[in-house]
């Protein structure tokens, strides 16, 4: 039985349209130690459970950030506010202007691992690497909490239909 090209190209399309649809918020994941210092943006990021503190990052396999964040073993998630779109976009290797993964378009400060957390930030949280497990293109880094803080007058970014945007009650 041959599959014909539309039957395996659908599911993909159909697939990245219903995600587009999904808003979510905007990290960037960073990580600095004797593997380097490297970040990525990062929209899958998720609670895992808050006993023992908790949370998960998907990057894909192609990101230096993947293997950097396993091998220093610790890494920083910071939750980007509405007005940092731009830091995205660089973490994103698509900048409007300066250079694609140029820690300079922001200011940076350390918490406990030492790894790069984003200042004006919406939230910060600074994890250890717990499990890591390749999933297809992508690797799912576990990390526990070692410290977190939040911005409360921070408004958080907001990502929907290739665009940014921000929250607003109804
Ligand atoms: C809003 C947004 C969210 C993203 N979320 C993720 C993500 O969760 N995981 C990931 O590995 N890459 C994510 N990316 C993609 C990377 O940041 C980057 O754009 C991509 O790796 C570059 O793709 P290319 O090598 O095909 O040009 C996201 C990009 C944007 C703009």
Same mark, same amino acid.
């Given at each position: 039985m041959?599959?014909?090209?539309?039957?395996?190209t659908?599911?993909?399309?159909?697939?990245?349209?219903?995600?587009?649809?999904?808003?979510?918020?905007?990290?960037?994941?960073?990580?600095?130690?004797?593997?380097?210092r490297?970040a990525?943006?990062?929209?899958?990021?998720c $609670? !895992?459970?808050?006993?023992?503190?908790?949370?998960?990052?998907? /990057?894909?396999e192609?990101? &230096?950030? %993947? *293997? #950097?964040?396993?091998?220093?073993?610790?890494?920083?998630? $910071? !939750?980007?506010?509405?007005?940092?779109?731009?830091v995205?976009? /660089?973490?994103?290797?698509? &900048?409007a %202007? *300066? #250079?694609?993964?140029?820690?300079?378009?922001?200011?940076?400060?350390?918490?406990d691992?030492?790894?790069?957390?984003?200042?004006?930030?919406?939230?910060?949280?600074?994890?250890r690497?717990?499990?890591a497990?390749v999933?297809?293109?992508?690797?799912?880094?576990?990390?526990t909490?070692?410290?977190?803080?939040?911005?409360p007058?921070?408004?958080?970014?907001?990502?929907?239909?290739?665009?940014?945007?921000t929250?607003?009650p109804?």
């Open positions: 041959s599959i014909a090209p539309d039957q395996l659908t599911p993909r399309q159909d697939f990245i349209a219903a995600m587009g649809n999904a808003a979510t918020g905007v990290t960037v994941v960073a990580t600095e130690g004797p593997a380097g490297f990525q943006t990062v929209s899958a990021m $609670s !895992v459970t808050a006993d023992p503190p908790s949370l998960l990052v998907c /990057v894909n192609r990101s &230096p950030l %993947a *293997g #950097a964040a396993a091998r220093n073993g610790h890494f920083a998630v $910071s !939750v980007l506010s509405a007005e940092q779109a731009h995205s976009d /660089v973490f994103a290797g698509r &900048p %202007a *300066g #250079a694609p993964y140029d820690f300079g378009c922001a200011d940076w400060d350390t918490l691992t030492g790894s790069p957390l984003l200042r004006g930030a919406a939230a910060v949280f600074d994890c690497l717990g499990d497990v999933s297809g293109t992508h690797r799912v880094l576990f990390g909490v070692t410290a977190a803080a939040v911005s007058d921070a408004r958080p970014l907001v990502h929907h239909a290739r665009t940014y945007g929250h607003r109804l």
